[in-house]
């Protein structure tokens, strides 16, 4: 198989990065305000697994609990960052361990590290799960289905084995014999960095989801095609399944060739009906714009965004992700030990110009950038008609989702002309698709459904 890969767009200068400062103390409500909002307002799309409750009014002593917490977002105006939360791991438990050591192996599945190097020299992390517990001491089989598992904004391929055995879709694949690769993007805390860039250089950062589908994706699934000779099943949560769908519109990269079947939970590729009041209120007010320019005039728009009808500052979580329905609350100290991860301020800009824009398309640099990048005034659209009709696709959204949208993902199911599938949970957010305490019933055991189905199809037609 080819591992030939599409060009990114050419950059045609480094756009200024930067967020506003963060606050040393975080006892008053307008500097927590300013604070965490900056960051959720460049979170146009931001996967983290959190929980959700009733709106609460926080006072001095619960400021002080959540200081640790809000330290791992390190928002700054350096302009030599163009990042959010790029020390997570320096904060978290096990800095130095990779997620087989620090959560994987614990368990008792057996894990490989391994190292992935894109062609613009980012160093992506790779783990191998190559079978379950029930498997132990067997050797794996060269015919062995593989599945492999991708992350979206602000996570990591922690997503996947952050609930036990029983309940994480990473395990329950393995454990129901399946060879499983989990995926981690360029700038996070399981990748490796780059061959030379650090993370305070500028160009680490001048990134969006363009790249991780032209490259990064590329690069992970063109590795384990070239080890193992075999296509890949693939599973995508949010952004995941966003760069799913680009690198699947691109024949260059090479990924429509390696899938032989794509789940995609919370699919994004439209961001027209966000219904969180906060994220709408910050895109509509260009919010993520205004930071990179001017950090006053942006903290005057986040007071009147927090004053628009509906939008309650104090209560970001649910704000940004809605109600979970079923997210072990108990749990919430654990998931805050690995996540948010890194991203970078231009990733984010870039689901900032989705909302506004409705459209699914290239990062937009400005009438006089985009000349320069794409010989055109506006930014070109990812052709969603263009991905491989015989490329099965399930999609599987939460019908409270106030980022995957309903009304979003209909419009992408209508543009699919391929074979698809698709699945409505209907109390589901964000965030209880991966996490969910019934997630190994609501969620995977449909994906195990799908992928037999698929497998059985792949049968017969061999055996025609």
């Known amino acids: 198989m080819s591992r030939n890969q599409v060009d990114p767009p050419p950059h045609h200068q480094h756009p200024p990065h930067g967020l506003m400062q963060q606050t040393n103390e975080f006892g008053s409500d307008l500097q927590w305000r300013r604070t965490v909002v900056v960051l959720i307002m460049m979170m146009m799309s931001v996967c983290l697994v959190l929980q959700s409750g009733a709106a609460t009014s926080y006072n001095n002593d619960e400021f002080v609990k959540l200081k640790k917490v809000i330290k791992t977002m390190d928002v700054t105006t350096s302009s030599s960052s163009g990042v959010i939360n790029k020390d997570t791991a320096a904060t978290d438990r096990n800095s130095k361990l990779g997620l087989c050591a620090s959560i994987i192996q614990g368990y008792g599945y057996p894990c490989q590290e391994i ?45 996947w084995v952050l609930n036990n055995p029983q309940e994480s879709l ?86 429509a060739d390696i899938v032989k079947g794509a789940v995609l939970l919370a699919p994004i590729a439209y961001l027209n009906h966000v219904k969180s009041k906060l994220l709408r209120a ?13 950090s006053d005039v942006g903290k005057m728009l986040i007071d009147l965004a927090c004053k628009h009808d509906g939008v309650i500052c104090e209560d ?71 991905i491989p009709k015989e490329l099965p696709l399930f999609l599987i959204s939460g019908g409270n989702d106030p980022l995957a949208d309903p009304e979003d993902v209909e419009k992408l199911q209508s543009d699919l002309l391929g074979d698809v599938t698709a699945l409505q949970i209907a109390n589901y957010s964000h965030g209880d698709l991966l996490v969910s305490y019934r997630a190994n019933i609501d969620v995977n055991a449909p994906i195990l459904a799908y992928f037999r189905e698929l497998e059985t199809r792949s049968s017969a037609k061999t055996r025609l």
């Open 115 to 159: 190292t992935v190097q894109t062609r613009d020299g980012f160093l992506l992390g790779l783990q191998h799960i190559p079978h379950g517990l029930n498997e132990m001491g067997l050797p794996s089989l060269p015919n062995k289905p593989l599945v492999f598992l991708q992350h979206g904004v602000l996570q990591g391929g922690d997503d």
């Open 170 to 255: 990473g395990f329950m694949l393995a454990d129901h014999g399946y060879d499983v690769w989990i995926g981690n993007m360029r700038g996070t805390r399981w990748s490796h960095g780059h061959i030379y860039l650090t993370p305070s250089d500028d160009k680490f950062w001048d990134w969006s989801f363009d790249e991780q589908a032209a490259i990064d994706l590329p690069a992970l699934l063109g590795y384990i095609y070239n080890s193992t000779h075999n296509k890949v099943y693939y599973v995508g949560h949010s952004q995941g399944s966003t760069i799913a769908l680009a690198a699947f519109t691109m024949p260059a990269t090479g990924v």
């Open 282 to 294: 910050a895109a509509d007010l260009m919010i993520d714009k205004v930071f990179i320019s001017n």
């Open 316 to 386: 970001i979580i649910s704000a940004v992700l809605g109600t979970n329905c079923c997210v072990n609350h108990t749990r919430f100290t654990y998931y805050l030990e690995w996540e948010p991860q890194p991203t970078s301020t231009k990733d984010m800009q870039h689901l900032a110009q989705m909302v506004r824009s409705g459209l699914f398309s290239f990062y937009d640099y400005g009438t006089e950038g985009n000349l320069k990048v794409y010989n055109q005034t506006k930014p070109p659209l990812y052709n969603l008609a263009t």
